[in-house]
Every structure is written in C-alpha cells, then in structure tokens.
C-alpha cells in the first residue's frame, strides 16, 4: 500500500449499471467488487436511465461493506417515484455511527443490493448507481 500523502484528497467516482431485479426477494446486484485502494464512502445516488415502472414499487437499497451480509454503508428505501422520471438522482444517505463505518480498507469489497424489506416488486426498468469515494493523496514509497 503506497503512503499517505500529506496534502489533500482525491474523489472516484463509480457508476455501476444495474437492471430492477425481479420479484421481492433478497437481490445482490454487484457482489463483492474489490475496491483495491483505501477510502471512504462520501456519497452514494441512485438513478434510472429506463423508467421504472410497477404499481406502488418500493425496496429497501443498501450498499454494503464485504459480503451480502456485510456491514450497512449507505441505505434507503427507493419508491416508484423516486425512478420513475429518467435522471433524475435520489440520494442514498451513508451510515456514519458507528464512527468509521463507511470507510473501506485495501481489501475490502462492496456490495449494492435490493433487500427484501418493505418489498413491492419493480417490473422494468434500468438504474445507475454512483458511488463516490474520498482517499487521501499518495505518494510514492
């Protein structure tokens, strides 16, 4: 792992494209994309590129540090109304308590998915999530 800079801090943003998931169950739309560098996750949005269509839809959506049973980084329920209008973003709040719980190692992994809590089935429809993460600058060795 390179060191720390002393000086300020660099952004990535990632977009991840991702079709509704069918029915009501637990999905993993992404699992386990390693993230390869140390950071923390600043702000996390949700939007349709295809409108989203099915009568009353409403999914709990939750971006996960590790595995489908790792711990919660940003969560919100996501509602017919929200991605009904093409790119227009929602943003998903990032869970800070406990202190750190957003902040991702070297080897850490996320992990986007539609829990099965509050769950009123999606039938169409194509979403873009956008991840944005901080790091501190680095430097070579």
Same mark, same amino acid.
């Given at each position: 792992?390179?060191?720390?800079? /002393? ?11 991702? /079709? ?7 999905? $993993? ?19 349709? $590129? ?92």
């Amino acid at each position: 792992m390179p060191r720390g800079a /002393p000086y300020g801090f660099s952004r990535d943003v990632q977009v991840h494209t991702i /079709p509704f998931p069918a029915g009501t169950g637990q999905v $993993s739309s992404l699992l386990s994309l390693p993230v390869g560098f140390g950071c923390t996750v600043e702000k996390v949005q949700i939007y349709s $590129s295809v409108a989203a269509t099915g009568a009353g839809a409403s999914r709990t959506f939750n971006v996960r540090k590790g595995t489908a049973t790792g711990t919660v980084v940003a969560t919100g329920t996501v509602v017919l109304a929200d991605l009904s209008t093409t790119g227009v973003p929602k943003n998903v709040p990032v869970t800070v308590a406990p202190l750190g719980n957003a902040d991702l190692q070297d080897t850490d992994n996320l992990t986007i998915e539609w829990a099965t809590a509050g769950a009123v089935a999606y039938t169409a429809g194509t979403f873009h999530v956008v991840v944005t993460l901080r790091s501190k600058a680095q430097r070579a060795v």
